[in-house]
């Protein structure tokens, strides 16, 4: 299917675009979801409305948070969001939630699980389904952090699915990157992947009260002893390893002074800047790939090859290589090898 070349009315995108940069609340949900559009009629609209914001986006503070399944994630954004707002900022929380296989929709729905939050309004809350997207995030979660950003959120926190072998595309869309662990001592130590633990510029120990405060100070002890063992991603950062407690808000105000005192360390130093400017560069080559796999996948000669391809590769007749070469020597037009 070729994408639609329709004319965009000037005046439909300037009104999404002004309604976004007053900080409607319901025109930037309405803008996400026409850039996370896969219809492709909506992306000249949604490319346009890109364009008439770029020159909009803040500077926020970019945060991304991980963590496994179960540490608290959702308490822990609404309660420090909360303190964040209540030191005069704006905060936006894009939590990407798995992918339903049936409708393709997100599962969770992590807004019904910051009510509080959601309701200040001060605060932007977006589930998003990945879409497949491997990562732990949707695949333009790097276009709804400009939209929030030319909406004037100056705080911007992307919530991952979870901790796994693909987690950490996260790292390449944001400034700062949290980790949030349970109190389970040595065993969570031992299981953590190692990659994981070294991209991270803070590590948080969540539900640190009750019966498990010991626990949660426990495994501080064990993961400060660990990171003093990696080779620190900056020189002008030592990741710090706290305790907190979600639900009892203990910990919260300490968590906000080291992503101040982060964004100062590495703003001065310059390292922000050239993380986002590398940073650029690599979403420009992503959106090249999953654009060209795209309209491969889209090309008429591919899909009428496809189906014999792909059961000749399934049954072992032909190598995997081979059948690849065809498909691409079929896209471009071309019978050369």
Known sequence: MKKSNRHVPAHEIDAIAGAVRAGDRRALGRAITLVESRRDADRPRAEALLEALVAYRGDAIRIGISGVPGVGKSTFIERFGRHVIENGHRVAV?????????????????????????????????????GGTLGGVARRTREAIALCEAAGYDVVIVETVGVGQSETAVKDMTDMFMLLLSPTGGDE????????????DLILVNKADGALEAAALDTVSNYRNAVHLLRPASPNWAVPVDACSALAGTGIAEVWRHVEAYRKALGDSGEIAARRKAQAQSWLWSEVGESLLANLRAHRDVKQLLPALEKDVVEGRIAVAQAARRLLAAFLGSSAS
């Open 189 to 200: 130590l031992q299981g953590m992947k190692r990659g994981i633990v070294e991209l991270a």
């Open 94 to 130: 894009l939590a990407v939630d798995p992918s339903s296989s049936v409708s393709g929709g997100s599962i969770l729905g992590d807004k019904t699980r910051m009510e509080e939050l959601g309701r200040n309004a001060k605060a932007f809350i977006r589930p998003s389904p990945t």
